[in-house]
């Protein structure tokens, strides 16, 4: 009765069902991957960012080796003076949903080593406004050194920089004053205070789950509908044979593949 399903096209459909089966399932636990990961990063930066600020001379000392993993998202406040002629912005940037530049000066500490600043955002055609004069204390944000990802334009590799891709510390030490501290800062707020408006602080990051669970979702959802759709082309091939053994007619031609005209509801040999 069921010897039908080992014609060749019948192997190749029930190939393709399983391929396709498989190829969803992958999908949908590449997503609970994805939500796995994004929940860690929500945890990390939950458990930093609101936790008391630190003085980054104390938390970040001269001549120690600095592990940026382990002080991400720490909140730290520093002393120093602004170098506006050492400024640069970060291009290409959106925030709100408004395109952009992160205007970013570093800044010369109390004990002679140099933190970037990010000032923070800037729609485009707004000059950037001049950073405070004089001993400025800053609090902010510290984050690590950014790197170049598959697809992401590339800084050219030697020469100053005035305009940059990410704030690429190692590239942008040269051009800079003195020992420069391998992590950088989005500011948050700094005495004496940034004109009012802008630079606009860098906004903190989505700490949702995002549309990983659901999409996850959709793929089983995906891959019990094909699942679903090979059972019932079975079924009613099965039933189509049985009746024609029965009534010991000859089934109508056709050109159409027998897995397709089963799934279509058509009349099957």
Excluded at 56 to 71: F, R, S
Excluded at 87 to 112: C, E, H, I, K, Y
Excluded at 150 to 164: C, F, K, M, N
Excluded at 194 to 222: C, K, M, N, T
């Amino acid at each position: 009765m069921y010897g039908f399903l080992l014609r060749p096209l019948w192997i190749g459909f029930h190939l393709l069902v399983v391929a396709g089966i498989a190829v969803m399932i992958g999908f949908a636990f590449w997503q609970l991957d994805r939500l796995s990961e994004r929940r860690t990063f929500n945890d990390q930066v939950e458990s930093r960012i609101d936790l008391p600020h630190r003085d980054l001379a104390e938390l970040l000392p001269a001549g120690a080796a600095i592990d940026p993993g382990q002080v991400e998202w720490r909140t730290v406040v520093a002393n120093g003076v602004y170098l506006p002629d050492e400024q640069f912005v970060v291009v290409n940037r959106s925030q709100n949903g408004r395109a952009g530049d992160n205007v970013v000066t570093p800044m010369l500490l109390d004990d002679g080593r140099t933190l970037i600043v990010n000032r923070g955002f800037v729609p485009l055609g707004i000059d950037a406004p001049e950073a405070p004069a004089g001993n400025v204390a800053v609090r902010g944000v510290i984050r690590p050194s950014q790197e170049r990802r598959t697809g992401q334009l590339s800084d050219p590799a030697t020469g100053v920089l005035a305009e940059v891709q990410r704030i690429d510390v190692e590239r942008l030490g040269p051009q800079l004053t003195g020992e420069v501290i391998p992590v950088y800062v989005d500011l948050l707020e700094s005495s004496p205070p940034e004109p009012v408006g802008l630079p606009e602080p860098v906004i903190r990051p989505d700490l949702s789950d995002g549309p990983h669970l659901s999409y996850a979702v959709q793929w089983f959802i995906f891959a019990a509908a094909v699942a679903l759709g090979w059972v019932l082309a079975v079924i009613r091939s099965t039933t189509k044979h049985r009746h024609d053994r029965t009534d010991g007619a000859d089934p109508p031609p056709s050109d159409e593949p027998e897995p397709a005209r089963a799934l279509a509801g058509t009349v099957e040999p």
